[in-house]
């Protein structure tokens, strides 16, 4: 037994040392005074002369398992060392601290324990002897309550607890929790030392003894527009009885976006509000936003970037829009902007439908499904043109075959297949000469046009979205489109003028 015992004093001095040796030298002193410790301990042990003349040399695996390093390596850890931990840490924070806190009034956050050593000074109150106010206790108890150290907190008075030993509640709180000056940004109520605004210092039936019966309505309580604490908030107010919520704020709390003490970023988020911190979570939006061949300005490089169009509490409309799908857009395209993908400039689209009385379906119900503007454009980024969902063509002609063009996601593509129109299949298209299909003849004719040829996808002055004018290599023509009722005509450019009848056919395309 004695045997053993030496042999694990020694296995314990040679990890203990190598230990030391690895925290205090560089990587080639460390191997040399290493095996010069391991010399000198061997040949001790071989040549001096011992109580136990019979020694085992052989050190098995057991031996090694039955060793604790780790709490061996924090028994002989040096004083030293965790002076320089200290120092490091104070200098760390000390540069966080804004200036005039002397380093020494900068604490980490740690786990406080109220021991009853650290009470042996106060005289314990028991719980029995509490007063009326303080019954029946409730599910939370303040751990110096909870003891009946009355006295950590209060002087005594006729062995009562009495006045607050500190003026100030804070300073009281900051003796044992988390000080203040360690990030940028502070709550206001904990700026200003007003712990109690939020916790009760003696018991509450919620988890940190808050003073309601959740965080979210602890929060309310302050930034709700209503409440009769509202001046505290300094009009910061969210109003969360809007039908559509953030789901992390119903789901858990306001805590998964915001430190409720201090942070390094405004409104105490964890991370930046612009974009980091929506995109922390969303990581569909991410890619499309990162990774897209065509970005979109208003969520990559506007002021606001997400909280442009989006509202991080709640709001009235779908997807925590700020307003409904189309006045969202409305808010930048209310003027001509200048394009992502190629300079160009986007016409002033507000202008445009404010002129033109016929709207694209989307436009006109944005909060019917399927509507708005996000119905044909990818707001966050895509890899088509104009940051369109699907594939579309530039070119005024275009070849529609085995083509996934974007119209036909809505539009029956039986619009462009059909060569004649059956009375029985009228509903197909008005746009025929008689029976025949004049969209067919369009867009199958040699040079098939594109749908972009004849139609606005936003808005136009015409049934049908005609267009008033069309773009023919950067020049623009008039069509001359004329409604008859059971038909039309148009006059495009230079051409003669062709006529159409649903009724009596003009004789197109026969």
């Known amino acids: 037994m004695k045997q053993y015992m030496t042999k694990k004093v020694i296995l314990a001095l040679v990890f203990v040392l190598s230990i030391i040796l690895f925290q205090s030298y560089g990587v080639l002193d460390k191997i040399d005074r290493f095996v010069v410790i391991m010399g000198n301990i061997t040949y001790n042990l071989q040549h001096a002369k011992h109580a136990y003349e019979e020694f085992d040399f052989n050190i098995t695996e057991s031996d090694i398992n039955d060793i604790n390093i780790t709490k061996l390596a924090k028994e002989f850890k040096s004083s030293i060392d ?23 009034e900068i604490r980490t956050e740690e786990v406080v324990e109220h021991t009853k050593t650290r009470t042996k000074k106060v005289k314990l109150v028991s719980l029995d002897d509490l007063p009326a106010k303080f019954k029946p206790l409730k599910q939370y108890l303040h751990e110096p309550f909870k003891m009946g150290a009355c006295r950590i907190c209060h002087t005594s008075k006729n062995n009562k607890p009495g006045e607050l030993v500190k003026k100030n509640i804070s300073d009281i709180c900051y003796e044992c929790h988390k ?5 940028k940004f ?29 965080i979210n309505n602890l929060c309310m309580k302050c930034h709700d527009r209503k409440s009769k604490f509202k001046a505290k908030a300094k009009k910061l107010f969210v109003n969360m009885s809007l039908k559509n919520k953030h789901e992390p704020i119903i789901k858990k709390s306001c805590l998964e976006c915001h430190d409720a003490h201090t942070a390094d970023y405004k409104s105490l988020l964890s991370f930046d509000a612009k974009m980091d911190l929506c995109l922390d979570c969303h990581d569909d939006i991410a890619d499309k936003t990162h990774n897209s061949k065509y970005k979109h300005g208003g969520v990559n490089t506007s002021k606001k970037r997400c909280l442009e169009c989006h509202d991080p509490h709640a709001t009235k409309h779908k997807k925590l829009l700020k307003k409904d799908p189309v006045e969202t857009c ?4 209310n003027k001509e902007v200048k394009s992502d993908e190629d300079g160009g400039m986007l016409m002033n689209i507000k202008k445009h439908l404010k002129e033109n009385k016929n709207w694209h379906m989307p436009i006109k119900k944005p909060n019917e499904k399927g509507g708005g503007c996000g ?3 990818e707001p966050h980024g895509s890899d088509n043109f104009s940051i369109l969902r699907k594939s579309f063509t530039k070119n005024f002609y275009d070849n529609f075959e085995n083509k996934d063009f974007f119209c036909f996601k809505c539009h029956n593509d039986t619009k462009i297949s059909t060569q004649y129109i059956e009375p029985k299949d009228n509903n197909i298209t008005n746009f025929r000469d008689g029976e025949v299909n004049l969209h067919f003849l369009h ?3 040699r040079k098939g046009r594109s749908c972009r040829a004849c139609h606005d996808e936003h808005a136009s002055k015409y049934t049908h979205l ?6 023919f290599n950067g020049i623009k023509f008039p069509l001359r489109y004329i409604d008859t009722g059971s038909g039309g005509s148009c006059a495009p450019a230079c051409h003669k003028k062709f006529e159409y009848d649903r009724l009596t056919p003009k004789g197109i395309g026969k």
Not at 198 to 204: A, E, G, T, V
């Open 330 to 333: 409305l808010q930048c395209h």
């Open 443 to 445: 867009v199958n004719d």
């Open 186 to 214: 502070d709550h206001k109520p904990v700026k200003d030392g007003r712990c109690m605004d939020c916790h009760d210092p003696h018991q509450s039936n919620t988890k940190k003894l808050l003073k309601a019966d959740s």
């Open 466 to 471: 005609i267009r008033d004018y069309t773009d």
């Open 179 to 183: 000080t203040r000056y360690t990030k």
């Open 375 to 377: 119905a044909c454009h």
């Open 82 to 104: 965790r002076k320089k931990e200290a120092k490091a840490k104070a200098k760390a924070l000390a540069l966080k601290a804004p200036k005039g806190i002397a380093i020494d």
